[in-house]
C-alpha cells in the first residue's frame, strides 16, 4: 500500500515543549534527578514531535547523542524543547534542549542536557510511513 506524506511544514509547527515537576521519587541516592528520568522525559518529547510532523505515530530508531550538562534537583522545573531538525524519506531527526529552574521560578534557568535521536513514522499497516518534507521556518520579522 503506498501513502503519501502530509504537506511539508516548518520545524516550528511540530515543535513540542513539555515541563514536568521533579519530585523526591525521581530521585538517586545523590539526591539528583536519574538520568534516566530526564532521558524518558527526552525521548517523550522527541516522539511528540516527530509524530506531530509525521501526522503517525514514530518510533524512536536511534540516539545519537546525549549530554548531560548539569544536575536536575527534586522541585525543580524541568522543560523539554524538541523539534524536527531534518526530515528524509520515513525518518526525521530531531533534537531536544533540556532545561530547569527552581520550582518557585525565582532562580536562574540552568541548560542541563541536550540530545539528538532518529524516530521513523509508522502508518497504519505497522510499516515505516512517508514523512512531509521540512520546511524552513519563517525568518523572525525585526521590530521596527
Given at each position: 500500500m503506498t501513502t503519501t506524506p502530509a504537506p511539508a511544514r516548518t520545524p516550528a509547527e511540530s515543535a513540542v515543549r513539555l515541563a514536568h515537576i521533579m519530585s523526591e521519587h525521581d530521585t538517586?541516592?545523590?539526591?539528583?534527578?536519574?538520568?534516566?528520568?530526564?532521558?524518558?522525559?527526552i525521548d517523550d518529547a522527541a516522539a511528540a514531535a516527530a509524530g506531530r510532523h509525521a501526522g503517525v505515530p514514530a518510533v524512536t530508531a536511534s540516539v545519537q547523542g546525549m549530554?548531560?550538562?548539569?544536575?536536575?534537583?527534586?522541585?525543580?522545573?524541568?522543560?523539554?524543547?524538541?523539534?524536527?531538525?531534518?526530515?528524509?524519506?520515513?525518518?526525521?531527526?530531531?533534537?531536544?534542549?533540556?532545561?530547569?529552574?527552581r520550582w518557585n521560578l525565582t532562580g536562574p534557568v540552568t541548560d542541563v542536557a541536550t540530545a539528538r535521536l532518529v524516530f521513523v513514522a509508522i502508518g497504519p499497516d505497522s510499516r515505516p510511513h512517508p514523512v512531509p518534507a521540512l520546511l524552513p521556518d519563517p525568518p523572525e520579522e525585526s521590530p521596527a
Open positions: 538517586n541516592l545523590y539526591g539528583t534527578v536519574h538520568g534516566g528520568v530526564v532521558m524518558k522525559l549530554s548531560f550538562l548539569a544536575p536536575v534537583r527534586a522541585g525543580d522545573l524541568l522543560t523539554v524543547h524538541a523539534r524536527v531538525e531534518r526530515a528524509g524519506r520515513t525518518s526525521m531527526d530531531v533534537s531536544v534542549a533540556v532545561t530547569s529552574e
